[in-house]
């Protein structure tokens, strides 16, 4: 079996570090090609490498014998990614529960065409978001509604992954003809050994102070400003020994924002915002921390990439009790109200803070479930099954989509009809003309 | 297969070749489709284009007042 497999390479994307994980596993089993758009901060890589940029090169898709698109939400990482996907059929891993803001850019922005955008929203979502998304375009409105606009990744989708079972409703839109699947994210590429002794020396973290990390792209989901806030809430001798550092960056605004608070908290001293890191700098502020925060609210990943990092490590991890980070059992991840403002955050630190033990109780029993079930062999067998499945269900899709043909050449007004016709003919005649 | 099944089926199927006809569908009959075809939004369009050239127009010694002037009559009038 051949696979292309269409995904960012960049290293400002987590899809990427994902992405070429999941490559490289199922390349055990099977051919694979990456198809990028080739950037200056691309991860590296020892599958073949192919641009997709390259009409010529894309003369070659047929001759695979399935197409993979990595879809997400950034339009920078996937608006080359979903123009061969509009072309040519293929399976889609869907990254995101959401593509409004993907589906906004890419084609009122990208490609100018707002009427497209705007039909597209009345078709699945009524006229008055569509009338809302054009005054929006026109700077009239703010605001779309809360519409997740992920129907155009399904439609010339062969079969569809996600990484969650909350996501698996939002993409299972043609039960009994396109397969859809969850399948757990693989751990990432291992991350260079570290000395954690070593590195929170060189990281100013001394023996008696607790760190408590989060990390990835700041946003107002990660819920920082909350983090903070529950800092100020904690006993005094737990609030002493803390230490919060986010290791990574965002928008200067949300930064000062974060900052902001702190100051006001008195706590500028106890918190910081590294900026982006290096992979080597990242890993080793994950390696020296004693407890993760990886909070969302509102959830829109299909999984966490910033988790399956974290679970890497034998430490605990405080979570919002929402999507992905709810599937685990109870006594792995610590899990809070999505919607709380600092109190529970608070309530779920102090006693990791100041219990050694019960950190590393529920760090490495965490740890230990986690190896299991993001065991990366796993993750290429099951993908590899599921390609297989696709392949046995591969001439029922084609047969139905193959009643579409014509669809073009009859008024608009007859089309609903025309397709009802079609459909209940297709039922009707013996299973084995059309299989 | 139950009846359940079938509808289901019949749904999935219809839902399917909906979608990759708005899809593809040109920009006429797509929009006839969807029912956004003549849709309001024509008045968002004027309006946005009548507010970004308003300024220089107001500049302009007898024209500004003119079109205020009808502009004013235009919706007292309810027209």
């Known amino acids: ?18 992405s070429l994980s999941a490559a490289l596993a199922v390349s055990q089993l099977v051919d694979v090609d990456v198809w990028t758009t080739p950037r200056e901060d691309d991860l590296e890589t020892s599958l073949t490498v192919r641009d997709l940029r390259d009409p010529r090169q894309l003369s070659d898709l047929p001759g695979y014998d399935h197409v993979v698109y990595n879809m997400g939400n950034s339009p920078d990482m996937h608006a080359d990614i979903f123009d061969v996907y509009l072309h040519n059929p293929g399976v889609v891993i869907q990254h995101d529960k959401t593509m409004a803001h993907f589906m906004r850019v890419y084609y009122a922005v990208l490609r100018s065409d707002h009427r497209r955008y705007r039909d597209f929203l009345a078709h699945y979502y009524g006229p008055d978001i569509a009338a809302r998304a054009s005054r929006q375009i026109l700077a009239l409105d703010t605001h779309t509604g809360e519409v997740p606009l992920l129907e155009p990744c399904l439609w010339n989708a062969t079969a569809v992954v996600v990484h969650s079972l909350d996501a698996l409703t939002l993409v299972d839109r043609y039960p009994g003809i396109m397969l859809v699947e969850s399948i757990d994210l693989p751990f990432y590429l291992p991350a ?28 107002d989901s990660k819920r920082m400003e909350q983090t903070v806030r529950a800092l100020a809430l904690l006993p005094a001798e737990a609030r002493d020994r803390v230490r919060f550092v986010v290791a990574g960056g965002g928008h200067p605004a949300l930064i000062e924002r974060a900052m902001a608070e702190a100051r006001g908290l008195g706590l500028d001293d106890r918190v910081l915002i590294t900026g982006f890191l290096s992979e080597k700098d990242l890993h080793a502020w994950l390696g020296a921390a004693d407890i993760f925060v990886n909070l969302r609210h509102p959830s829109t990943e299909s999984a966490s990439g910033s988790l399956i990092e974290q679970l890497t490590y034998p430490t605990p991890i405080v979570v919002s009790d929402v999507g992905f980070y709810a599937s685990f059992p109870d006594d792995t991840l610590v899990r809070i109200p999505p919607a709380d403002e600092g109190e529970a955050i608070a309530a779920a630190l102090a006693p990791l ?43 029922r899709l084609s ?22 016709r079609r459909v209940e003919e297709f039922l009707l005649t013996p299973k084995s003309e059309v299989s | 297969m139950s009846h359940g099944t079938e509808n289901t089926l019949r749904e999935s199927m219809e839902r399917r070749l909906l979608e990759r006809y708005v899809s593809t569908a040109d920009d006429k009959a797509r929009s006839a489709f969807v029912g956004t075809q003549g849709s309001a939004d024509w008045k968002a369009v004027a309006a946005s284009a009548a507010l970004g050239l308003w300024p220089r127009i107001k500049a302009i010694p007898v024209l ?13 009038s309810g027209a």
């Open chain 2, 64 to 76: 500004g007042p003119a079109v205020y002037q009808v502009f004013t009559w235009v919706r007292k």
């Open chain 1, 353 to 395: 803070i100041l219990q050694e033990e019960l950190r590393h109780s529920v760090g490495e029993r965490t740890q230990a479930y986690a190896a299991t079930r993001f065991d990366r062999e796993l993750y290429g067998r099951k993908f590899v099954s599921f390609l297989n499945r696709v392949d046995a269900a591969r001439s």
């Open chain 1, 192 to 219: 260079k050994p570290s000395s954690r002794s070593k590195d929170r020396g060189l990281l100013g973290i001394s023996d008696d102070e607790v760190l408590v990390v989060s990390h990835g792209r700041m946003s």
């Open chain 1, 1 to 18: 079996m051949r696979v292309a497999w269409f995904t960012p390479l960049s290293a400002r994307t987590g899809i990427a570090k994902y």
């Open chain 1, 399 to 420: 047969a139905v989509d193959a009643l579409g043909e014509g669809l073009l050449g009859i008024p608009p007004e007859k089309v609903r009809e025309e397709v009802s």
